[in-house]
């Protein structure tokens, strides 16, 4: 796509975003007023995501390298790798028995609208105050104990530089686990990075190749934990380079 597409290709997005939030958005304002009723809200968060995703284009391949399967009725530690805002829409469009929880950007909260809406159903995390990430546990713990599974992209964010495969892990989502015996869902994103770039003169529609790495039980210390799972990520990345 040429750079002048790509740009149109990107206000859809925004037309999209404007379109699907407010209609979205109010039934789960509605639904996450209380704690018993945010598997009605997340229904309507799937949709929002199912929307924005096929509704740019993109569409997905899930590949399992695992035979093992993930309980309805335990909470989970989500984790992939994070090269794109696409990247969010999925672990909701992969988890129709899992209602999610994301650990977010405080920033976000600034867009209108949807700034409202993700209060609601994140923990936001303010990266600068070391007693913001501290109480990021004891908040996700109460949301799993609500029954909601975690999302934590635990690079931190998307790496500057392009060239970086995949970024060293934070702690966060391996000391969750860890403390609180929830295992880690492990999976990996292939395609996004060039499909949709924070770059946005570049990118084009496609299929995203989504590998279910592993569930990994939290039976052994965080560091190991966040080792094995950044390493099944690598593997995958780096065969498919």
């Given at each position: ?20 939030t407010?209609?979205l ?150 000391t ?18 060039e ?22 039980e ?24």
């Amino acid at each position: 796509m040429t750079k002048v597409l790509n740009y149109i290709w990107r206000g859809w997005m925004v037309i999209l975003g404007a379109v699907l939030t407010p209609i979205l958005g109010i039934p789960v304002l509605l639904f996450s007023i209380k704690k018993e009723h945010y598997p009605y809200a997340y229904f309507f968060i799937r949709l929002w995501c199912f929307g924005m995703f096929y509704g740019m284009g993109f569409r997905y391949e899930l590949i399992n390298l695992t035979d093992k399967k993930m309980d309805k009725n335990r909470p989970y530690v989500f984790v992939s790798n994070h090269t794109s805002i696409m990247d969010v829409m999925l672990p909701c469009i992969l988890m129709p028995h899992h209602p999610l929880c994301y650990v977010g950007k405080k920033e976000l909260v600034k867009i209108p609208i949807f700034g409202t809406i993700y209060k609601r159903i994140c923990v936001m995390v303010d990266r600068s105050s070391a007693r913001s990430r501290a109480d990021v546990y004891r908040r996700c713990a109460e949301r799993m104990e609500e029954g909601q599974s975690i999302v934590i992209f635990p690079e931190g964010g998307v790496p500057d530089d392009t060239s970086v495969l995949l970024d060293s892990f934070k702690d966060g989502a391996f000391t969750l686990s860890s403390k609180h015996q929830s295992p880690i869902a492990v999976f990996t994103f292939v395609g996004l990075k060039e499909m949709f770039p924070f770059n946005y003169g570049k990118g084009h529609p496609g299929k995203v190749k989504v590998y279910f790495n592993d569930v990994l039980e939290p039976n052994q210390s965080a560091e190991l934990l966040k080792a094995e799972a950044h390493q099944k990520i690598k593997n995958i990345l780096k065969s498919s380079v």
